[in-house]
């Protein structure tokens, strides 16, 4: 590191982000993950002015005229919406100078950003150009995959190899990871989102009954699992009736749940399957000793690893806090630059 670059850090603390399609994590180099919330924007249709974001934005989702709509600024692992994904960048990254202030009087602070894999170049540029203008003085851009492995501990610059799955709510990102670089790389836009949407599909036409997807990713969390469970859930799930229009409730049990999901994790298993189907032969007897190393909020879902493990042969582990893996790898190659400098999906460096 630059001696420069060693004497600033002294007065700042620099930030790490995980740019969700679902969820926006925020760490502090030495602080751990200060903020945690949704990537929705509101925004004023008519004036085109953004009113909230993360929590706030969230809880305006039916509640708001007709004029004010939530936006997800990524949809399916893409920036759907440049001028929302700027505005939640810089929010979340001035709610940080709101909570050390005194650690930004002096001196602004690196940014790393980790972004799904599917992202293009444009897209990269417009991240770094909204950290910039958040007051950012460098921005390192990560590919989310390298920064869950990373945050999962794994041996990235070992000559075996890794196998890292980011199930998040966009995209699941496949990597296998051998010498600090992905050998192969297999990125899917199937994840939690289209759990929800099958929750929701599976009660709409079996029981005429209208839910949200709020309410769908309730049911996933609640009573949702990749295997049979040794005693069967059940969920009171409240909607619209599509014949009467009236309010009703009905009761969902965990098998049902897991029947609606079963489509989509099959899909993910045939993506793993298609990128082991890719790794060389020698890094697969590594994968047999290490196992598949699972992360993201998909990891969460009960029982995805043994599913995983019978379809396909290999060890399957999830790591630890799953959700914050990416955000965890952001900040831990916070303190180790010269890694980040040669893993970087850019290394351009704003100042």
Known sequence: MPIFDRLLSVFTHDIGIDLGTS????AVKGHGVVINEPSVVAVNQNTKKVLAV??????MIGRTPASIVAVKPLADGVISDFDSTEAMIRYFIYKVYEMYPKMFKLTKPRVVIGIPSAITEVEARAVIDAAVSAGARKVYIIEEPMAAAIGSRLPIDDAAGSMIVDIGGGTTDIAVISLGGIVVDNTIRIAGNELDEEILNYIKYKYNLLIGTKMAED????IGSAIPLKTEKELDVKG???LTGLPRIIKLSSLEVREAMAKVLEKIADAIKAALEKTPPEILADLLERGIVLAGGGALIYGIDKFFEDRLKTPVIITDDPIKAVVRGTEILLEEINLLERIQVSRDEII
């Open 54 to 59: 993360g929590v706030d934005a969230k809880r």
């Open 219 to 222: 049911v996933k969390i609640a």
């Open 240 to 242: 619209r009736d599509m």
């Open 23 to 26: 969820t926006t994590l925020v």
